[in-house]
């Protein structure tokens, strides 16, 4: 049904509630792993691939709420979807204003919880698949002269080979033959393309 | 007056010289009094009579004791004569001399011996005036005695003429002015008046008339300087020599201006207390009513003076009937009754009843209207905030209970799709769906013991009071609020008395009490570490009270300037707290012969005890 190298994570407390989310999510081919507590969680070895986090929003110990926080300030920021017993709405906007997928309600309709398990593994692959791009570019930069860096810091910045010449101090001719391997090299069929590749690997104008 | 014999027989050739007193009262029978001379025991054998004459050329005719007829056997007396002695210008007696030539008395005799005899008149003036009885003069003034008599009156005696010095004092003035007699005998009048009390209008009413008493109140000074109030009788001899007798009225005087100060006071406390007071008759008629209570019936002072009390101012003919009875027995009466103001109004007052020393009643009334109506007016509210919080505290179990339905019930959800999907695969993994079929059922059971749990601690709350086992009751609360407990991480330790008396109350009311002390140590360890977060429960049976219930947390303790208020209502230190939760514990406690206070618990946290009366000291 869906990919099989995606895994849901649960926290919740309640033992119920965890063993049946584990038969409904490998009952649709998903990873599942479970744990009591976030600092479970925490201490458990980190997933591969693509994943999302099913989250109780009251935990002992530290909350649903609190752990989401705490991923934020460590530059991760993984897909969550919580699930409440008894969820209001300031801590609802909460979590949802932090980046959470959806927020469900206890006892949710099981196709709700797939949709946004969904929902939040496509996100999840997305940042996969946009770190799998940034990883290709970066390794083609480098593999770039530093002259020809040089060079392609000034074209992104719109300059003509005649300028660009005379601010490097080499001829026309040179600059123009520089420009043509580092745009072979880094795969760019266009200028346009080349400023795209310019501005994700945050080459801003005026950087040398 | 003996002296006064023996010299005038000693000085020449008068041979007898008595004094003859007649008894002015009614027998006019004369006595001789006084006597000296040769042949004085014939005067035993003297008949003296009473008789009218008249007294020289010169002077007034006066009326005076007839010339006894002399008739002394044998005696040598040739010639005598008598004169008068008048006391405030009546005669009382006469001074006889005998003489052994014929012709004795010439003009410069009888001058000299009428100014003796004037002497006399004086002196037994002066005597006779304290005591102005009339009969008791002939026997008083005994003339052996009489400066021995002046000196055993309490009151002192002066003797003198106005102006001058005085001439005699006896005693009792020399006690009271500190003067030896010489002295005293230096001064006059002048002397001892330091201020008038009572100022005469002019210089002439202030002697007195001959025959008539002059009484005056001044200030005299003693001769250390200090002065004192006395009173002063003042009565004018027919020589006109002012008698004076003289009381020291200083301690009567105090006495009285104590006891005026007195009824200053009472009148003042009368006219400024709060509590209404009334003086009426054994019979209930106003004698006297203060301005307290005439504000509180709403009549003035006139309208109830001489008016029947128990008529006007009781609610019922009972009361009234009953107060009357109350007033006429003279016995005490405290209690409370139904005052009617003047508009018809019924007031609730304290009423005590006292007779008083002269005989009458006294009533103290306090009107208590409003403070009956504030005591039901607190009533009430104890009873809605009870019922305020018990809503709050059923908004807090339903939370609870909700959460604890809601898992059992999501996993249930849950594990049904999750069966049904094993169920869809191709081939249907049964093994799978049997599990989840397993699970849901166990899950059921799960949601089910919460709601019997529930129903049981609801239904035992519309008994009312009825015995309550304390353990269990406690037990169950914890129970209730175990998930709250769990999820905030805290252990709870039970150290309970299992032979606890049952006592006597209201169930729900008691796990109230609880609930609160349970929730409140909750927030109060909500900012201490996670893993040092305790709360401990224990019961104890007291011999005294029945049961003792302790709870106490690991929390940061009580604010020790929070203590004093920590059981007045609205008072809260929690930001979302209503300040109910103790104050209607206290109530709760109290109405169960209780009684709960604070403390410190065993790790520093707040600590919470009260009691409740076990059944036998209830009923009892």
Redesign the interface.
Known sequence: MTDATATVVVVD??F??R???E??L???GYEVRLFASVIDYLASPPVSGAFCLVLDI????QSGLDLQSELARTGEHPQIIF?T??GDIPMTVRAMKAGAVEFLA??????D?LDAIQEALRRDRERIAGETIERGLKARFDSLSSREREIMAQVTTGLLNKQIAAAVGLSEITVKVHRGHLMRKMGAKSLAALVRMADRLGLSRGQG | MNQVCRAIVGNGDFRLAWVELGDLSGERTVRVVARAGSAEDRLDRLQPAWSVVSRGPGRAAQRALAEAAVRVQGSEVRSSAAMPIAVEGRVWGKLHIGCHDADAFGAAEMEAFQTLADDLGLRLGAFRRPAESGSAAGNAVDGYNLSGLFNYLPDGLLIGYRHENYLGANDGVLRMLGYTREEMLTLGSADIIAEELRAHPSENSSLPRTGEWLRRECMLRRKDGSVFAAEVFEGLTRSGAVTALVRDISPRQAAEAARRMEDRRYRQLFEYVREGILITTPQGRVLDINPALCIVLGYSRDELIDEMSTDLLLDSADDAEKLRAVLLSSREFNDEARFRRKDGVVLSVELIIAATPDGNRLAVIRDVTEKKIAEHALLEARTQLVHVARSTMLGEMIATISHEINQPLSAMATNSAAALRWLARSPPALDEVEAALRRVIRDSQRASAVIARTRSFFARGEVGHAEVAVNDAIEEVITLVDAELRAAGVMVKRDLDFHLPSIWGDRIQIQQVVINLVLNALDAMQNVERCTRRLKVTTRAADETGVIVRIEDSGAGIDPHAVDRLFDAFYTTKSHGTGLGLAISRSIVEAHGGRIWPGVGADGGAAFEFTLASRAQVVA
């Open positions: 407390d309640d119920s509630v063993e049946s989310l038969s409904l490998r009952s649709v009251r935990l002992p110990g699930i017993g008894h206890k006892p949710f309709r099981d196709q919880l």
